[in-house]
C-alpha cells in the first residue's frame, strides 16, 4: 500500500506560479511511476505529467510545468508556471507500478489517489 497527500494548492493570479507537493509513505517509493492528473467540475479526469524513467507532459502544460521527485525523501513535485485560468482543476498525485501495462497517461496506469488539492488561477 502507498499513501499519498498532496499540498501546496490555492489560489492564484493568471501568470503565476505554484508547487504542489506530494508526500508518499508506505511502501518503497522508487518501483513506482509517479502522476499528476487534475479534474475540472464537470469534465473527466485527466493526464498532467508523469515520472518514469523518462518524464511526460500533456500538450497543454508542456513547457509551463515540470514533474520532480526526490525518491530518498518519498516526494514528488509539480512546479506550475505561467498559470493560466483553463489550469484550474483539483490535481491529484498518483502512484502505479513502473511496468504497469496501462500507459502513464492513463488513469488505469496507476493504483493509488492522493485526496486532491484545489488550484485556482483567477484572470
Known amino acids: 500500500q502507498v499513501q499519498l497527500v498532496e499540498s501546496g494548492g490555492g489560489l492564484v493570479q493568471a501568470g503565476g506560479s505554484l508547487r504542489l507537493s506530494c508526500a508518499a509513505s508506505?511502501?518503497?517509493?522508487?518501483?513506482?511511476?509517479m502522476g499528476w492528473f487534475r479534474q475540472a467540475p464537470g469534465k473527466e479526469r485527466e493526464f498532467v505529467a508523469a515520472?518514469?524513467?523518462?518524464?511526460y507532459y500533456a500538450d497543454s502544460v508542456k513547457g509551463r510545468f515540470t514533474i520532480s521527485r526526490d525518491n530518498v525523501k518519498n516526494m514528488v513535485y509539480l512546479q506550475m508556471n505561467s498559470l493560466k485560468a483553463e489550469d484550474t482543476a483539483v490535481y491529484y498525485c498518483?502512484?502505479?507500478?513502473?511496468?504497469?501495462?496501462?500507459?502513464?497517461?492513463?488513469?488505469?496506469?496507476?493504483?493509488?489517489w492522493g485526496q486532491g488539492t484545489q488550484v485556482t488561477v483567477s484572470s
Open positions: 498518483a502512484a502505479g507500478l513502473l511496468f504497469a501495462f496501462n500507459s502513464v497517461t492513463d488513469v488505469l496506469g496507476y493504483n493509488y
Open positions: 508506505g511502501r518503497t517509493f522508487s518501483p513506482y511511476r
Open positions: 515520472s518514469s524513467g523518462s518524464t
